[in-house]
């Protein structure tokens, strides 16, 4: 399945954030970040998380991003989140998670515990790596059709998708 | 996700008629009335009026589970604190929601008429005790009720009481899951029926069709799902005051009238707000807390408490269920709400057995983004897990009524205090025989039903893991008697002129239907009779 914009925008609408086809935004009223990093690790650990079935993770990883930009204190959270997890990245290997193989980027993932955290936005690093990186990550695929369909449920929870849906027989 | 303007004007109204405590659907529907009458209506609101622009990320916030369910409408664990003292655990801030809209903010959204023989308990089933009216006072106010709601349902329910008119929509049509259990219903002879919902199956009233987030509860992204805050702005549209994040400290009064609603601003101010006529609707909890803080030398045990029942007979609804899966897809969690019932067995109900309804899920199992969420395992792995665990799973909830008992109450607790020192309420609740039997019995139901189908259980609620559904009711009963009751027939209090309540907590027993529904037609005869006297 090869997921596109159109999708992110879906998965969007669905959390209440931005979500338009226009290009990438700044984080408003936040302190600079640096959006590319959060793009290129958001995307790198989208190579880890989402299933290999799936292709054309980079445009919708990006375009989920740009609505993600327009809360503050998300950006915020997911900046520290990244931050850490490249520390963790260049302890282990000299490189940044992105910069990484997807091997050395899952054992990344996997040393800090990420694996088997719970999500806490508030939490340890651990916690919060699981909230801003991989449960953003896995939200934005698993409550969006595209999502859905992977897994047999065309319109799953969180989505707008109507009322015909759960009228209808699994070969229908 | 900040609530409310922190600089709102929050002094008092002058010359007001009438001061509603409580911004929830009683409160929301009474203050509608009055106001259209005409009077100076002021609404005062312990929790904050919540911006509907955050509806969605209060939804995100439903789905991830970093945020248990008081959290996502903001409960404040201060200001909300209680204590839970009975033989089972109440889990009080799971069950309410506090700001403009109450706990419909994160209601169901299910609206059924109790029977005819709820009224009459003692009469009929020789348990309990009799409502000083019968169905038929309140038949015209249900109408008026679905009409204010608008429910959709439909009149294929051969054992529901009788009705004069359609709903006012068209009933949701059944899952496909649905038609699984009615097959297996089929062959045990057991109906199914359609469920009445408080949610939009077409656009009504000025809101949308229901578009099927899955999340009716705790959060409904589209308004679709009625909820009080349709009431409380259709009164403030009327010239009603909304006075938010102003919890009511104490009642000031003499010994036949309520003169004054004191109350606390976020400031840290403390105001009066005076009325011809005080309407509490603040929920089965805190309706007799607020009684019971404002005691007096006049009332010692606390206000409109001469019978000394204020706070007692608390009642809930007790939940049992069973669920398995199937080998084959029954298409689960693309709606978060309920399409069939049985009510077959409810009017079996006697000294032993009470009244029950089975229920029939359309969110068995849990949902795979839920499932992604709470694994240890991501990519391939993850996907692998999805598809195996989701989608065959099929599950039947039930209500069962549990009787008003002495020693299941709502009282003080003085040896903790919420934020602004007054101590928090206890609910010590306790279930009875009667109600756990019940309980087994539903469940062998279930069992039958679940086997009929092929299904294989996998879980159960039962006798000894049953909980409340977030009925809170009983606390200030209605009756004819002012020493065995604290309300009339007309909810107002026997011991003061001028202060009715409108409330679940006036139900003298709580039947087995959803409460909220009745609730709403008490709320519309409140108001008439506060009409009659103003």
């Keep these: ?172 | 996700m900040p609530a409310t303007d922190t600089d709102a004007d929050r002094t008092p109204v002058g010359d007001a008629d009438v001061c509603v405590i409580g911004a929830g659907p009683a409160g929301g529907l009474v203050a509608d009335r009055l106001a259209e009458a005409g009077h100076e209506v002021v609404i005062l609101e312990a929790g904050p009026r919540f911006d509907s622009a955050d509806r969605l990320a209060r939804q995100e916030r439903g789905i991830r589970p970093a945020y248990d369910r008081p959290a996502i409408w903001d409960s404040d664990p201060e200001r909300d604190a209680y204590e839970s003292s009975g033989e089972r655990f109440y889990p009080l801030n799971h069950a309410r929601a506090r700001g403009v809209g109450g706990s419909t903010l994160h209601w169901q959204g299910m609206v059924m008429r109790l029977h005819e023989a709820d009224f009459n308990s003692a009469s009929i089933r020789g348990v309990g005790t009799d409502w000083p009216i019968d169905y038929e006072d309140l038949r015209p106010y249900y109408a008026a009720a679905e009409r204010e709601l608008g429910v959709a349902g439909a009149d294929d329910n051969p054992f529901a009481p009788p009705r004069e008119e359609p709903h006012p929509m068209p009933a949701f049509r059944p899952s496909y899951s649905d038609s699984l259990f009615a097959e297996a219903c089929d062959g045990l002879e057991i109906a199914m029926h359609s469920v009445p919902n408080a949610r939009n199956s077409e656009a009504y009233d000025g809101r949308n069709a229901c578009v099927g987030y899955g999340t009716c509860q705790p959060v409904c992204p589209s308004g679709a799902k009625y909820d009080a805050t349709v009431h409380v702005k259709r009164a403030e549209r009327k010239g009603a005051t909304v006075i938010d994040r102003a919890p009511v400290q104490r009642l000031e009064h003499g010994p036949d009238t309520i003169e004054a609603a004191v109350y606390a601003t976020p400031d840290g101010e403390a105001h009066r707000q005076e009325a011809d006529a005080f309407v509490i609707a603040c929920g089965g909890v805190e309706t007799p807390r607020l009684l019971l803080l404002s005691e007096s030398s006049h009332y010692p045990d606390g206000l409109a408490n001469s019978s000394g029942l204020v706070g007692t007979f608390f009642m809930d609804h007790l939940f049992a269920g069973t669920g398995g899966v199937l080998d084959e897809p029954t298409r689960q969690n693309h709606v978060g709400f309920l399409t069939s019932e049985s009510h077959q067995f409810y009017d079996e109900a006697d000294a032993e057995y009470a009244p029950f309804k089975l229920e029939f899920f359309n969110y068995a199992g849990p949902s795979p983004v839920g499932m992604a969420l709470t694994g240890d395992d991501w990519g391939d792995d993850l996907l692998a897990r999805l598809r195996s665990e989701y989608g065959s799973h099929v599950g039947m909830g039930g209500l069962v009524e549990q009787l008003p008992r002495e020693n299941s109450y709502v009282g003080l607790d003085a040896s903790t205090t919420d934020d602004h020192g007054n101590p928090v309420p206890d609910v010590h609740w306790n279930v009875g025989e009667r109600a756990l039997r019940t309980i087994e019995r539903v469940n062998e139901i279930q069992e039958r039903i679940l086997d009929e189908l092929g299904a294989e259980i996998t879980w159960q609620v039962g006798r000894e893991n049953t909980g409340p559904a977030y009925h809170h009711m009983g606390t200030t009963r209605m009756g004819d008697d002012p020493t065995e009751s604290v309300v009339g027939p007309d909810l107002r209090t026997h011991d003061l002129e001028n202060c009715w309540i409108a409330s679940s907590s006036v139900f003298p027993t709580g039947g087995a239907m959803n409460p909220t529904l009745t609730i709403a037609a008490l709320a519309l005869k409140a108001a008439d009779h506060i009409l009659e006297r103003l």
């Design chain 1, 1 to 172: 399945m090869k997921l596109t914009r159109r999708d992110a925008v879906a998965a969007l609408a669905a959390l209440g954030v931005g979500g338009t086809l226009s290009g990438c935004v700044a984080p408003p009223g936040s302190e600079p970040v640096d959006v590319d990093r959060l793009r290129e690790t958001l995307v790198a650990a989208a190579d880890v998380i989402y299933p290999s079935e799936v292709s054309g993770t980079a445009t919708f990883v990006e375009t989920f991003l740009e609505g993600r930009l327009e809360d503050p204190t998300h950006v915020a959270g997911l900046d520290e989140a990244v931050t850490e997890l490249d520390d963790n990245a260049m302890f282990w290997h000299d490189e940044r998670f992105a910069a990484l193989s997807v091997t050395d980027r899952e054992q990344v993932l996997r040393n800090i515990d990420v694996d088997t955290a719970d999500e806490d936005p508030t939490g340890t690093t651990s916690e919060r790596v699981r909230y801003y990186v991989v449960n953003d990550l896995l939200l934005a695929l698993y409550a969006s059709p595209a999502g859905g369909e992977l897994v047999g449920i065309e319109n799953p929870q969180g989505h707008p998708g109507g009322l015909a849906s759960y009228q209808r027989g699994p070969s229908a």
